[in-house]
C-alpha cells in the first residue's frame, strides 16, 4: 500500500515534511530500482520557480548519484517538458521538482518512466518499499558513482517542440498570459509571440516566493479583470508547473478544462483524430460536459480524479484526449501527460479555425451549477467509514434524486475533504453542500475553509 506517495508524487513543506534527507533517500531508492539492468544509467531533473527548488534538487541529485545513476539537470521547466524530453533523448526516467498548485512553503517530487509515462502505482510500492529498505541499497564506489551535468539547452527543444504542434500562425490574436510566476513564465508567452500573437504576459517574474500566489490557473480573477480591460480575444492561465490550462474568454468568462476538452474534441472528430469517438473524463466532470458531447456524437467516459488513471483509461483502450476540469488535459498525440502549453496551442488553432469568438465555443456546454467546498481535516485517514459523514451524504443524494449528483473524496495531495455537488436547483444544491460540509468539519475538521 503506498503511503509516501500520493495522487502526484510526493509531496510536503520543506524542511518540515519534505525534508532533504528524504530527498536524498528517496533519490537512491529510484536510482536502485530503475538501475536493475547492467549499463549506464541517466536520469532527467526539472523543477519549477519555488526557492526550495534547488535545495530539493541538489539533495534527490546526490541520492541519484549514490545509485550510480548519472543526473542531467535541465532547470526550471515545465512539467510536461520533462516528460517529452525523457522520452526523446532516451533517458531512464524524468524527475520534476514541484508542487503544482500548491503554495510555496511546498514542494514536491514526481517521476516519469522512460516513455513520459507518471508511474504506476505498483512501481511507487516497489521504491517505497526500497526506501524503507535504505540500508540494503548497495552503495557503487570509485568510477561507478553517478555524475551531475546541466544541460539547459534541451529547454529550447521542448520549447519549439511545442511551437510546432500549432502547423499554423497565430496572427491577428490579442492574448493575456498569465503564468502564476512559475514554470511557463519564459516559456507561453515566448511561444505565442514566435507564433505571431500579439501577448500581454502577466505574472511571469518569480522570484521564489510568488508561485500560485493569488495568480495562475487556482487564482484566475485578474486574468479575468486583464482581458476586459485590454479587449483581449482570451487569456490563458497555467499553473506552477504548467500542466494545467484554462482560458478567459472575451466576455471575461472561464473555460475550464471539460470546455477546453469539448471544443478540442469537435475539431479532431472533424479531422479523423478522436480515437472512437471518446474523451475521457473524470468524475469531476460537469454534467453538461457529457450531454455537450453527446449532442455531437461523442461519447465520454469517466475515471477517478488525478490525470494519471485518465491517461491509464486513456492507454488501454487507444483513446486520444482526456482530462480534468482542473485543466490538466492531455492531447496522447502530442505528449504522454497533460500540458498546458499544448493545451494552450491547440485551444488557440481550434479557435482560429472556427472563425468564432471563444464565447460562442463555450456557449457548446451549459454548465449545470457546481459547488465545492474544501473542508481541512487533521486526517484524512477512514474518513469514508464515519457513519454521521456517510449518513449527510446519502440524505443529499435522496434529496437531489436523479436531478444532480454528489462526490465527496479526499484530496490527494493536501489535507483536505473536497465535498462537491451538482444540480438544475443552485439554492437546493447550496443548502445540501453546505450540511454536508458542516458535518465533516464537525467530525474531522481542524479550521473552517
Not at 70 to 89: E, M, Q, S, W
Not at 331 to 353: M, P, R
Not at 427 to 432: K, S
Amino acid at each position: 500500500m503506498v503511503t509516501l506517495f500520493g495522487t502526484d508524487g510526493v509531496r510536503g513543506v520543506v524542511n518540515a515534511t519534505l525534508l532533504p534527507e528524504l530527498a536524498f533517500q528517496l533519490g537512491r531508492a529510484a536510482g536502485a530500482y530503475f538501475s536493475g539492468e547492467a549499463g549506464v544509467h541517466r536520469f532527467l531533473v526539472g523543477r519549477d520557480t519555488r526557492i526550495s527548488g534547488t535545495l530539493i534538487e541538489a539533495a534527490l541529485a546526490s541520492g541519484l548519484c549514490a545509485s550510480g545513476i548519472d543526473v542531467d539537470i535541465v532547470g526550471v521547466i515545465p512539467t510536461p517538458g520533462v516528460a517529452y524530453l525523457t522520452r526523446v533523448k532516451g533517458y531512464d526516467a524524468g524527475v520534476v521538482i514541484s508542487a503544482s498548485h500548491n503554495p510555496f512553503p511546498d514542494n514536491g517530487i514526481k517521476f516519469f518512466d522512460s516513455h513520459g509515462f507518471k508511474l504506476p502505482d505498483a512501481t511507487e510500492e516497489k521504491i517505497e518499499e526500497l526506501l524503507r529498505h535504505s540500508d540494503e541499497i548497495p552503495r557503487p564506489t570509485g568510477e561507478k558513482v553517478g555524475v551531475i551535468r546541466h544541460v539547459h539547452d534541451l529547454a529550447d527543444i521542448y520549447r519549439n517542440y511545442v511551437k510546432s504542434t500549432a502547423g499554423t500562425t497565430l496572427s491577428g490574436f490579442r492574448i493575456i498570459t498569465d503564468s502564476a510566476n512559475g514554470a511557463a513564465s519564459d516559456y507561453l508567452p515566448q511561444i505565442l509571440e514566435e507564433l505571431g500573437a500579439e501577448v500581454i504576459a502577466t505574472h511571469r517574474e518569480p522570484n521564489g516566493v510568488n508561485i500560485n500566489n493569488n495568480c495562475g490557473s487556482t487564482h484566475i480573477e485578474s486574468l479575468q479583470e486583464r482581458v476586459l480591460a485590454e479587449g483581449a480575444d482570451c487569456g490563458i492561465a497555467n499553473d506552477g508547473d504548467a500542466d494545467r490550462c484554462l482560458f478567459v474568454d472575451e466576455r471575461g468568462q472561464v473555460l475550464d478544462g471539460d470546455h477546453l476538452m469539448l471544443i478540442n474534441s469537435l475539431r479532431m472528430k472533424k479531422e479523423g483524430r478522436l480515437n472512437h469517438d471518446m474523451v475521457v473524463g473524470t468524475v469531476m466532470s460537469n454534467l453538461g460536459f457529457g450531454k455537450a458531447l453527446k449532442e455531437h456524437g461523442i461519447n465520454t467516459v469517466s475515471t477517478k480524479v488525478g490525470d494519471r488513471y485518465v491517461l491509464e483509461e486513456m492507454r488501454k483502450n487507444g483513446y486520444s484526449i482526456g482530462g480534468e476540469q482542473s485543466g490538466h488535459i492531455i492531447f496522447l498525440d502530442y505528449n504522454s501527460t497533460g500540458d498546458g502549453l499544448i493545451t494552450a496551442v491547440q485551444t488557440l488553432v481550434t479557435l482560429k479555425e472556427s472563425g468564432k469568438k471563444l464565447s460562442e465555443l463555450r456557449d457548446l456546454m451549459t454548465t449545470y451549477p457546481q459547488i465545492l467546498k474544501n473542508v481541512k481535516v487533521y486526517s484524512k485517514i477512514g474518513w469514508e467509514d464515519n457513519e454521521l459523514i456517510q449518513a449527510a451524504i446519502e440524505a443529499g443524494k435522496q434529496e437531489l434524486g436523479s436531478e444532480g449528483r454528489i462526490l465527496v473524496r479526499a484530496s490527494g495531495t493536501e489535507p483536505l475533504i473536497r465535498v462537491m455537488g451538482e444540480a438544475s436547483s443552485l439554492d437546493m444544491l447550496e443548502r445540501i453542500i453546505n450540511d454536508i460540509a458542516s458535518v465533516v468539519q464537525q467530525e474531522l475538521g481542524i479550521e473552517n475553509e
